[in-house]
T-cell receptor
């Protein structure tokens, strides 16, 4: 079974600053994938970034990067140069080799970007 | 810009009525998922299909929920009879699974959701 923990219910950041959203996971699978999704107030779920358990480099997608520390079982999302449009709920999720295609989601972190 | 589409976007109904939600996955994707999101439970997987065959529906209350894929471009989720506790946002997602067993990225792309309110 997989478990995702997001310990920050809410985070605040000033516009143009960087912010880190925490995610820790628990699995006994050797092969797994980690995902981050963004859910703005409009409700849709937007895929941001993916990290495979065997990827040697941290994933990056534009202003998003994933700080993957395998030994600590953490997959933190870093957003650089925050924008007002980054205000949203952010979900960390994982899928493991024993869970098939099932994604397990964390409870989410509500990010607010202040002008 | 390929997207998952869902209809209706919003649905208000009375307890006991049948509700049908529809999803059109991204063309070429072979796996379709149904999720439910509530404040109390967060995001839960209800069921998913690969190549139109149901692979896992363990998250779905079998007595009132049913999911089907009549063809590759349409997935449906039905609730009959609906109850107030079914009020939630229902998401459909699709993805291309080449290897299975958790290998490969296999990103799931979500539709906009159907917001269901059962009175």
């Amino acid at each position: 079974a997989q478990k995702i923990t997001q310990t920050q219910p809410g985070m605040f950041v000033q516009e143009k600053e960087a912010v880190t959203l925490d995610c820790t996971y628990d699995t006994s699978d050797q092969s797994y994938g980690l995902f981050w999704y963004k859910q703005p107030s409009s409700g849709e779920m937007i895929f941001l970034i993916y990290q495979g358990s065997y990827d040697e480099q941290n994933a990056t997608e534009g202003r998003y990067s994933l700080n993957f520390q395998k030994a600590r079982k953490s997959a933190n999302l870093v957003i650089s140069a925050s924008q007002l449009g980054d205000s949203a709920m952010y979900f960390c999720a994982m899928r493991g080799e024993t869970s098939g295609s099932r994604l397990t989601f964390g409870e989410g972190t509500q990010l607010t970007v202040n002008p | 810009d390929a997207r998952v589409t869902q209809t209706p976007r919003d649905k208000v109904t009375e307890m006991g009525q049948e509700v049908t939600m529809r999803c059109q996955p991204i063309l070429g994707h072979n796996t379709v998922f149904w999720y439910r999101q509530t404040m109390m439970q967060g995001l839960e997987l209800l069921a998913y299909f690969r190549n139109r065959a149901p692979l896992d529906d363990s998250g779905m209350p079998k007595d009132r929920f049913s999911a089907e894929m009549p063809d590759a471009t349409l997935a449906t989720l039905k609730i009959q009879p609906s109850e107030p506790r079914d009020s939630a946002v229902y998401f459909c997602a699709s993805g291309l699974v080449l290897f299975g067993q958790g290998r490969g990225q296999e990103t799931q792309y979500f539709g906009p959701g159907t917001r269901l309110l059962v009175l």
